[in-house]
């Protein structure tokens, strides 16, 4: 009787483990897609003089509902002012074209509109999970060392326990005008975004989980 006891036991501890999400502290991964540039000569069109970028990236999982992500990337700000509408004044030894690498270095907030998990415990998580993010990074490019805002959104999905696909979309405006190399051509007063550059990224990433989150039992 004692080892049939012994045996249930078990079995229903086995169960409520199962029955429990693990969740993972950690994210590691990496990520690409295309990327493009607004500034001077580029003052409104999305996806126009397309590059390439491309990095790292990790997640610290607060909750199911909000994480912290970390990147670096390599990318490039691409354009060619003497193209466009705008007529900017003649300036010895100027160029108009350009096609500057970038570095960015950044942290984002982000929050999933729902949980996100593999969908398996208690509480209800998705394995699909949309969220929106906001942070500060630095960019390093034409010479440039800047700050920048990154503001955007994605969605993630859970293709097995421990590994995770999405897509990722974000504006990253700086801080600097110089990122083109265009500096203040008509010599307007700057403000706090006002004739800046800024860049977008739209990263598709794949990831693994790391550090599993152990829990005693599914009232904690």
Aim: net charge positive.
């Amino acid at each position: 009787m004692a080892r049939l006891y012994t045996i249930m036991t078990v079995i229903l501890m086995a169960v409520g483990v199962h029955a429990q999400e693990l969740e993972y502290a950690l994210e590691l991964g990496a990520m690409g897609g295309p990327s493009f540039y607004m500034g001077d000569a580029n003052t409104n069109g999305f996806y126009k003089n397309v590059t390439m970028a491309g990095g790292l990236m990790g997640r610290y999982n607060i909750n199911p509902r909000m994480a912290l992500k970390f990147d670096v990337g390599y990318g490039s700000v691409k354009g060619d002012a003497s193209k466009g509408k705008n007529k900017f004044p003649d300036k010895k030894g100027q160029k108009w074209n350009f096609n500057n690498s970038l570095v960015d270095v950044g942290c984002q907030y982000e929050l999933n509109f729902w949980g996100y998990g593999t969908g398996t415990g208690f509480k209800g998580s998705k394995r699909l999970a949309p969220y929106i993010q906001f942070g500060l990074g630095f960019t390093y490019g034409n010479k440039e060392l800047t700050m920048n805002i990154p503001v955007g959104f994605g969605i993630k999905y859970k293709i097995r326990p421990r590994w995770n696909v999405g897509i990722d979309w974000s504006m990253r405006f700086s801080l600097s005008d110089k990122l083109d190399g265009i500096e203040d051509p008509y010599k307007i007063e700057s403000g706090f975004l006002k004739n800046k550059d800024s860049y977008s990224w739209t990263m598709v990433y794949i990831s693994y989980d790391l550090c599993p989150k152990y829990r005693k039992c599914v009232n904690d």
